[in-house]
């Protein structure tokens, strides 16, 4: 069974308890997209994680990208955006888990000079 604990515009955080097994928190999450609402949301969504001591799964869109490797083209990554995500997942004992396949899910769909391409999802769990 899955109970949604807490809800806002940016995410949904669930109980999940399957028969016989110990119950485990999952989140559901969708990074604001305005670089002013960022750093609350982040300091906010780690109060989900200080308030609970249950395994911890964290799915979503993060619209972060943690350091230049995962961007072509464009501006440079923007690194205090890049630190308070990976501040967040040092402080909630989470780590991001390795993409396999394409590196790039995003592009602006230019060519030559002026093409984008950016890593955007991110997924984690408890270390």
């Avoid at 982040?42 to 350091?67: E, K, M, P, Y």
């Avoid at 230049?68 to 205090?80: H, L, Y």
């Avoid at 997942?89 to 000079?113: C, H, Q, T, V, Y």
């Amino acid at each position: 069974m899955t109970f949604i604990v807490k809800e806002s515009i940016n995410f949904i955080d669930t109980l999940v308890s399957l028969k016989g097994e110990e119950p485990w928190q999952c989140t559901f999450l969708y990074d604001p997209s305005h670089i002013t609402d960022k750093q609350q949301f982040w300091a906010n969504f780690h109060q989900l994680r200080r308030n609970s001591t249950l395994r911890w799964c964290v799915i979503g869109d993060v619209n972060i990208l943690s350091d230049q490797s995962e961007k072509e083209g464009g501006a440079p990554v923007n690194n205090s955006q890049a630190n308070w995500f990976l501040d967040f997942l040092d402080a909630s004992s989470m780590l991001e888990l390795p993409i396999k396949g394409m590196i790039f899910i995003w592009s602006n769909m230019r060519s030559n000079n002026e093409v984008i391409a950016e890593r955007l999802e991110k997924n984690s769990h408890i270390k």
